[in-house]
């Protein structure tokens, strides 16, 4: 089983930064894609950014430019460094992990969740 530990949300202003982390541990065979997803207040779940194990990426188009993911294959942790956020960036966040087990048996593992509020 994989564990992932979520940290770095707050509360932040309009244009203000935050980093969040997101630390897998655990017996695994590999970690593929690792990313996040974010639900706000009466909005659905949306994938934010992913990141594949060759640190190819992608993003949500409303965070492109403010929002950059980064990876560590060595002690499998991933980062979200948020810069520029506004209101709409509230929302709980979320990171996950595609997993493969020993013997081949693949899921998504899940950080507990961390609140980002951005205050206008």
């Known amino acids: 089983q994989v564990h992932l530990v979520e940290s770095g949300g707050g509360l932040v202003q309009s244009g203000g930064s935050l980093r969040l982390s997101c630390a897998a541990s655990g017996t695994f065979f590999s970690i593929n894609d690792m990313g996040w997803y974010r639900r706000g207040p009466g909005k659905q779940r949306e994938l934010v950014v992913s990141i594949t194990r060759d640190l190819g990426t992608n993003y949500l188009d409303s965070v492109k430019g403010r929002l950059t993911i980064s990876r560590d294959n060595v002690n499998n942790i991933a980062y979200l460094q948020m810069n520029s956020l506004k209101p709409d960036d509230t929302a709980a966040y979320y990171c996950?992990?595609?997993?493969?087990?020993?013997?081949?048996?693949?899921?998504?593992?899940w950080g507990q969740g961390t609140q980002v509020t951005v205050s206008s």
């Open positions: 996950y992990a595609d997993v493969t087990l020993a013997g081949g048996y693949a899921y998504s593992a």
